[in-house]
C-alpha cells in the first residue's frame, strides 16, 4: 500500500481565515479522495480529486469554500476557507488501490475558535 | 440515496472469543466491500475487501458477503484487547471510485 503523509498533523485557526492541507503519497496514484470525520462521527466525502481534472464535490460541499489543487500525480491540497467553529474536524486524504480499496493519510485536526 | 447501516455498539466480547460486525447496504448494484478498523485519534486502517459471495478469510478475520440478502460481516477470532477499535464497513457501488461508509460499530475486547 501506499505511504501517505498530511501537513499540518494539527493547527488551530481563528475563524473568517483559512487553511491549506496537504496530502503526499509515494507513489503516483489516480484517484485521491478528501474527506471530513468530525467528532464521534464516521466519514463525509468532500471531494474526489484526479490529475489534471477539476475536483468533483459532493453534495452540501462547494469549491469556493474547500477549493482542492491536483498538480501531479502525487500531491494535492485541501483548502478550508473562511473558517468557522463549525469546520472543526479531522480532514483525512485517501488513495485509491488497484483493487479499489483506499488507504488513508494519517489525518489533518483542525479546530477553529 | 445509499445506504450502509451499521450497529453502533459498543459490542463487548470477552478475550479469546469470536466478534461478529454485521453491515448491511441498499444498493443492490453495489459491488465491492471493505472493512476499515479505527484506533481513537488515528486514521482508518484497511482489513479487507471482499467481491463475492461466500466467505474470505485472513489471519484472525473472516468477511462473509451475502448479496442477495444486502449483507457483509466480519468475524475476529481469538479476540485480543488490541482489536478493541471502531470497524468500518464501506461500500461501493456502480461508480467503483466512490465509497459509502457505515457509521461504524465500536468494539470492546475485555481481558
Known amino acids: 500500500s501506499a505511504v501517505i503523509s498530511q501537513k499540518p498533523s494539527r493547527d488551530i485557526c481563528q475563524r473568517g481565515t483559512s487553511l491549506t492541507i496537504q496530502c503526499q503519497v509515494d507513489s503516483q496514484v489516480t484517484m485521491m479522495f478528501w474527506y471530513r470525520q468530525q467528532p464521534g462521527q464516521s466519514l463525509t466525502l468532500i471531494a474526489t480529486?484526479?490529475?489534471?481534472?477539476?475536483?468533483?464535490?459532493e453534495s452540501g460541499f462547494v469549491i469556493d469554500k474547500f477549493p482542492i489543487s491536483r498538480p501531479n500525480l502525487t500531491f494535492s491540497t485541501l483548502t478550508v476557507s473562511n473558517m468557522s467553529p463549525e469546520d472543526s474536524s479531522i480532514y483525512l486524504c485517501?488513495?485509491?488501490?488497484?483493487?479499489?480499496?483506499?488507504?488513508f493519510g494519517p489525518g489533518t485536526r483542525l479546530t477553529v475558535t | 440515496q445509499k445506504e450502509v447501516e451499521q450497529n453502533s455498539g459498543p459490542l463487548s466480547v470477552p478475550e479469546g472469543a469470536i466478534a461478529s460486525l454485521n453491515c448491511t447496504y441498499s444498493d443492490r448494484g453495489s459491488q465491492s466491500f471493505f472493512w476499515y478498523r479505527q484506533y481513537s485519534g488515528k486514521s482508518p486502517e484497511l482489513i479487507m475487501f471482499i467481491y463475492s459471495n461466500g466467505d474470505k478469510e485472513d489471519g484472525r478475520f473472516t468477511a462473509q458477503l451475502n448479496k442477495a440478502s444486502q449483507y457483509v460481516s466480519l468475524l475476529i477470532r481469538d479476540s485480543q484487547p488490541s482489536d478493541s477499535a471502531t470497524y468500518l464497513c464501506a461500500v461501493n457501488g456502480n461508480n467503483f471510485n466512490k465509497f459509502y461508509f457505515g457509521s461504524g460499530t465500536k468494539l470492546n475486547v475485555k481481558p
Open positions: 480529486a484526479n490529475q489534471g481534472s477539476e475536483a468533483t464535490y
Open positions: 485517501s488513495v485509491q488501490g488497484q483493487s479499489y480499496e483506499q488507504y
